[in-house]
Each structure stands twice: as C-alpha cells, then as structure tokens.
C-alpha cells in the first residue's frame, strides 16, 4: 500500500516570497491534516480536511497560509508571504476517519526561509 | 489550558539498559493518549493508543501504560535500533471535531 507523497522535500525562499506544498493521501483515506513541526518541538495542526471540507483551521495563518483539497483527495498548502519564522517541516497525515489516533504521515516538507 | 509535557527531553542508554519515558497531560475531555515514533527526517510513525487509566499495550521492547494523569513508554533490553524521538499526543475535543495535539518528544539514544 503506497503511503502519504509529499512533495518537494526540502525548499529554499527568500522572506517575502511564496511557497506551495502538495500531498496525496492514502487511498480511501477521508481525512487529510496539515501539521508544522518546528525544530525541536512536536507537530502542530494547521488544518484538517474531511473530504474536501474544513473541519478545523483554527490555528492556520490565514493572513499568510492557505490550504485546498478541491476534490477530496489530494491538498496544496500555499504560505504567501513567507517569514523567517516560517521555517519548518511541514507534515501532511491522513487517517481514514475523523476522531481516530491513527494518523499516517507523509515524510514532510523541509522549509528553509532567509 | 490542554497540556502535554514529555520528560526527559533526551535520554541515553546502553544497550539492553531499560528505562521509561513520561508524558503527563492536563486535558479536558480526553479521547484517547497516542504514542508515536518519529525517525530523524521522517514523519512520525503510530505505535500505541490508550483511552483508560490502567490499560497497557505492548509491541516488541516497548510497553506502554496510561493512568489519569500520565502515561509512561517502557523500553525492555533496548537496541540500538530503538534510537529515535518518541512523541506523546492526547486527543482533545474542539468546537466541530476533536484533534490531536503533540508533546515535544523525547530523543532517545541507544549505544552499543
């Protein structure tokens, strides 16, 4: 069974500028996360997607993040402007239902901001 | 306000020297406690979930309990293949949905 893609692995901006990142779930799978996990501390939720709905963003951004899983598959997380303390890796998960612990995790995109 | 506290933040052993994590929690409405492990430039993997105090799971070396307060990851005769950050998350009730929430880890080293 293929697991969480994310894609790009890592990316370089300057401040200011913009960055997306894609991730395809599981197969099947109808819930779809957004975390950032900054060094040395554990993942935060950034949004959480049922289908292609929003089920929680609470603690997105959204002056500067933004997020879409236009057909209940897969997501893009755009942040536009970046700032420094943007840096991060940015994990997408799904999980096949909402309220479960099991989450399966992509292995994250590494952003570096300058 | 919902908190979730790892103790030790890192933690060396020799191999075959047991010990324990902890991860203490101060939440309201619990809906479950979730170990995870998260190898260096990978995602977390799921080990374990727990929802009542007294209940244990085991997998291979490692074992892990949950009281009211706190829940503890013991790791038998480790390996050094063991070596990893171990991460603790609760899962908590929001406004539409539940989600969950993650301590910072424990870095664990396991030397031959």
């Known amino acids: 069974e293929a697991g969480v893609a994310q894609s790009p692995r890592y990316k370089i901006i300057e401040k200011r500028q913009s960055v997306a990142f894609w991730c395809n779930p599981i197969?099947?799978?109808?819930?779809l996360y957004w975390y950032q996990q900054i060094l040395g501390q554990g993942p935060k939720l950034l949004i959480q997607f049922q289908n292609n709905g929003v089920v929680d963003d609470s603690q997105l951004p959204k002056d500067r993040f933004s997020a879409e899983r236009l057909k209940g598959v897969d997501s893009t997380l755009k942040i536009q402007p970046a700032k420094l303390e943007d840096s991060a890796v940015y994990l997408c998960?799904?999980?096949?239902?909402?309220?479960?612990?099991?989450?399966?995790f992509g292995e994250g995109s590494r952003l570096t901001v300058l | 306000e919902d908190q979730v506290t790892q103790s030790p933040e890192a933690l060396r052993l020799q191999e075959g020297e047991s010990s324990s994590l902890n991860c203490s929690y101060t939440v309201s409405g619990l809906r479950g406690l979730f170990w995870y492990r998260q190898d260096p430039g990978k995602g977390p993997e799921f080990l374990f979930t727990l929802y009542s105090a007294g209940e244990e799971k085991e997998k291979e070396r490692l074992k892990a309990t949950l009281t009211k307060k706190e829940s503890f990851l013991h790791i038998t005769a480790p390996k050094p293949e063991d070596s990893a950050t171990y991460l603790c998350a609760v899962r908590i009730p929001t406004n539409s949905a539940s989600k969950l929430t993650f301590g910072t880890g424990t870095r664990l080293q396991v030397t031959l």
């Open positions: 998960a799904s999980s096949l239902a909402r309220g479960v612990g099991e989450l399966f």
């Open positions: 197969s099947g799978h109808a819930t």
